[in-house]
């Protein structure tokens, strides 16, 4: 029978198939080029528009628009289907585009950034839980990868992209030139997804409540890191974390879900899985601050720290790939391999990073793409492995809640983590005293801390391992 074949990269990426897996593909991609587009162009931009003191915000607000969008997911595939809910996304995402283009002043941007965020946790929240509606169980763990591989495109195309542009001086270029991208993937949608795939005509209300807290907690911690005083910073996380506890205890008792049940205990399959998917995006956020140690310490060019960078995100692909295929016991190893990977990577950058010996005259420099290879080499040995989990173990009837998920708490980590590891890094001499010496303790203390979410994620992988 067909459905006893073993999956190949052959029968996700041609005829139907192919088109359909570029569609979800695109969506992830659209959302991941902006980011790294707009980080690249971001000094252009204030020294256009002004609003410096702002200039954070710029992520902040994207991404906490992208957790209220991709968490919205799940309720516009009841609602409307696939197709017509990429449509939506594809259309709010591109008035968001527009109008980041058009901006006079700092304020219109912010605006403009969180009408695009919307658009883009939407794109992302769609584009995870379709691939359980587009394509066969069978081949799940491919597209995921697929899906997931895209932030890797991401990281070697956007920076290109937002370069040129800004060293043009026409930021807002980079703008509209995404906007075509925009028009491909809808006619893709339009053609292959189908009207109806995903839509159940439920009435249930999506859980703004417990949305609008999360992202609270967010923009608590955010704003928090931004002040150089410790009893902020204790403050803001303290705060943060009381309003998650809020969230969990709400959600536990609500028939409109934010998670799918059996998400909040640790040792079940879903609650495992998703505390190894929080804990290593945590230890991703690593990236923020790779280039600038990168060229304040080692003497790198811009180019080139951004692109040794890029090798974090080649890792995690192709992590992903060797282990996209893996089942029963193998699949369980490199569930615990995986998070032991990256926290030992981020341990030995917390050594080799702070040497200032390591010039970009001298070769020993090039020993710091073994780590940051390993960073994440290590989260895509197990990334498609707990994506997969997730999606069969959701309960019946909460599968595009739990699919959705995925992305919420995605963007929940990455927005903490980068929280945190401002906070980590002004408490470590980053701005005070600053410099070289600074710059060098930031990065010894940033790396010892993050590699400890890895390294939880290890000891919590165990639910997830027996699946």
Not at 188 to 206: D, K, N, Y
Not at 355 to 375: E, F, I
Not at 438 to 452: E, K, Y
Request: proline residues 4%.
């Amino acid at each position: 029978m067909h459905n006893s074949q073993a999956p190949s990269w052959s029968e996700l990426l041609s005829g139907r198939n192919g088109l359909r897996s570029l569609a979800l593909a695109g969506g992830v991609a659209l959302h991941a080029v902006n980011m790294y587009v707009v980080t690249t162009i971001l000094p252009s931009v204030v020294a256009d528009i002004g609003g410096l003191e702002y200039y954070a915000w710029n992520l902040t607000l994207f991404v906490a628009a992208s957790i209220l969008g991709s968490a919205l997911s799940p309720k516009i595939i009841d609602s409307w289907g696939v197709r017509t809910g990429f449509l939506v996304a594809i259309a709010v995402f591109s008035a968001g585009t527009t109008g980041c283009a058009l901006a006079p002043s700092m304020p219109w941007m912010l605006l403009a950034r969180t009408v695009q965020g919307l658009g883009g946790g939407m794109l992302l929240g769609l584009s995870y839980a379709s691939v359980r509606l587009v394509f066969e169980e069978r081949l799940w763990p491919l597209a995921m990868v697929l899906v997931s591989s895209m932030w890797g495109v991401a990281t070697l195309g956007g920076p290109a992209v937002g370069g040129i542009f800004a060293q043009t001086g026409h930021w807002r270029l980079a703008f509209w030139s995404i906007l075509p991208g925009c028009a491909v993937l809808a006619l893709l949608v339009v053609t292959q997804l189908s009207r109806s795939a995903g839509r159940t005509g439920q009435r249930s209300r999506p859980p703004l409540g417990k949305i609008a807290l999360l992202v609270l907690t967010v923009m608590v911690v955010s704003v928090s890191s931004l002040s150089q005083a410790l009893v902020w910073n204790a403050l803001g996380v303290l705060g943060g974390i009381l309003v998650a506890a809020l969230i969990v205890r709400m959600d536990l008792h609500a028939k409109g879900r934010l998670l799918p049940a059996g998400s909040y205990r640790i040792g079940g399959v879903l609650g495992s899985a998703y505390a190894c998917i929080c804990l290593l995006s945590i230890g991703a956020t690593t990236e923020i601050y790779i280039p600038y140690f990168l060229q304040l310490i080692h003497g790198q060019s811009p180019l080139m720290a951004g692109y040794w960078t890029a090798i974090l995100s080649v890792g995690w692909t192709t992590g992903s790939f060797i282990s996209s295929r893996r089942a029963g016991a193998v699949a369980g190893r490199f569930i615990l391999a995986g998070p032991l990977m990256s926290a030992a990577s981020l341990a030995l950058l917390a050594v080799l990073m702070p040497l200032s010996g390591l010039s970009a005259g001298d070769r020993t420099a090039w020993v710091l793409l073994v780590p940051l290879m390993g960073v994440g080499l290590g989260i895509g040995l197990c990334w498609p492995l707990l994506l997969t989990r997730v999606f069969k173990a959701s309960p019946p009837g909460q599968e595009n809640i739990g699919s959705a998920a995925i992305t919420t708490l995605q963007l929940f980590a990455m927005a903490m983590g980068a929280a945190v590891a401002g906070m980590v890094a002004n408490a470590a001499g980053f701005t005070d005293p600053g410099g070289l010496e600074g710059t060098q303790s930031a990065a010894r203390a940033l790396f010892v801390v993050v590699a400890c979410a890895p390294a939880l994620a290890a000891i919590l992988s165990r639910g997830a391992r027996r699946a």
